[in-house]
T-cell receptor, first 111, second 111 residues
């Protein structure tokens, strides 16, 4: 069966520091991969999605970037974090015309 | 511009009764709709979906209804159980790739 792993579960970072969140999927090949953010009291906002290695689409202009170095690995990065980057970050995988399945998320707090 | 709206931030229902969660959308190109359930500090879990060629889909205690003319979908949970207490998100997409989420409704099942 397919599983999705995200780490770390929680992260506290100072303003201006870099960020790297990693997501890996097991049990499937060539999945569509997604990064979402949930701000406090808000719904999930799509940040990036990828349909294949090296193929990244950005949905919202922001201080973040994404990369897909391997088929089942998706990385969310920032060179310098802002206070507004705080939130709950979720990785998801899905196939065409199938539901997306989410990891357990990373709670990011910027101080 | 919020394309998917859940106008009730919270809902309280007696155990054993029916829970009805509502969702409205504005984009007539959406053809795939989903409901997710989310517990605190966890990723959303897929519950049930419906394509635009149907008006009803049932899975155990969960039924999703789609009214395309009104651009409205609803999730019925019968009977409601304490473990159903969570935040419920509706989502919509064209072709199940990029999901647009509502803000969520917090459902509380009272004993």
């Amino acid at each position: 069966s397919q599983t999705i792993h995200q780490w770390p579960a929680t992260l506290v970072q100072p303003v201006g520091s870099p960020l790297s969140l990693e997501c890996t999927v097991e049990g499937t090949s060539n999945p569509n991969l997604y990064w979402y953010r949930q701000a406090a009291g808000r719904g999930l906002q799509l940040l990036f999605y990828s349909v294949g290695i090296g193929q990244i689409s950005s949905e919202v202009p922001q201080n973040l970037s994404a990369s897909r170095p391997q088929d089942r690995q998706f990385i969310l990065s920032s060179k310098k974090l802002l206070l507004s980057d705080s939130g709950f970050y979720l990785c998801a995988w899905g196939g065409n015309n199938q539901p997306q399945h989410f990891g357990d998320g990373t709670r990011l707090s910027i101080l | 511009d919020q394309q998917v709206k859940q106008n009730s931030p919270s809902l309280s229902v007696q155990e054993g009764r029916i829970s009805i969660l509502n969702c409205d959308y504005t984009n007539s190109m959406f053809d795939y709709f989903l409901w997710y359930k989310k517990y605190p500090a966890e990723g959303p879990t897929f519950l049930i979906s419906i394509s635009s060629i149907k008006d009803k889909n049932e899975d155990g205690r969960f039924t999703v209804f789609l009214n395309k003319s009104a651009k409205h979908l609803s999730l019925h949970i019968v009977p409601s159980q304490p473990g159903d207490s969570a935040v419920y998100f509706c989502a919509a997409s064209e072709g199940a790739q990029k999901l647009v989420f509502g803000q969520g409704t917090r459902l509380t099942i009272n004993p």
